[in-house]
């Protein structure tokens, strides 16, 4: 199948920048959308940023004009480069991807997502 492998987070002071990364891996597979997530203690699990095949990118209200999510299709890849961090945006992010898949000549969709990595942001 398809497996995404995140990287980056930490810990931060507000004000500050993180940068995380995902990559996909696997067999033959076509990504269509490619975004980030959040989930904070005690809260669900919400939209970040996503960013289609064409280049089209949403964003929650909240991290516009801060958060930047960018796309390197060659190398199946999603970053989402974080500004002006504060403390509300501590959670863990979590890379999420979908497209299509093909295994034994059979083709299957896929909404596939990574383990999830830490962000902090302290006051």
């Known amino acids: 199948q398809v497996r995404l492998v995140e990287s980056g987070g930490g810990l931060s002071q507000a004000g500050g920048s993180l940068r995380l990364s995902c990559v996909a891996s696997?067999?033959?597979?076509?990504?269509?959308?490619m975004g980030w997530y959040r989930q904070a203690p005690g809260k669900q699990r919400e939209l970040v940023a996503t960013?289609?095949?064409?280049?089209?990118?949403r964003y929650a209200d909240s991290v516009k004009g801060r958060f930047t999510i960018s796309r390197d299709t060659a190398k199946k890849s999603v970053s989402l480069q974080m500004d002006s961090l504060k403390p509300e945006d501590t959670a863990v992010y979590y890379c999420?991807?979908?497209?299509?898949?093909?295994?034994?000549?059979?083709?299957?969709?896929?909404?596939?997502w990574g383990q999830g990595t830490q962000v902090t942001v302290s006051s």
């Open positions: 696997g067999n033959t597979f076509r990504i269509d959308n």
């Open positions: 999420n991807a979908d497209g299509e898949y093909t295994r034994f000549g059979v083709s299957r969709p896929y909404d596939n």
């Open positions: 960013i289609n095949s064409g280049g089209t990118t």
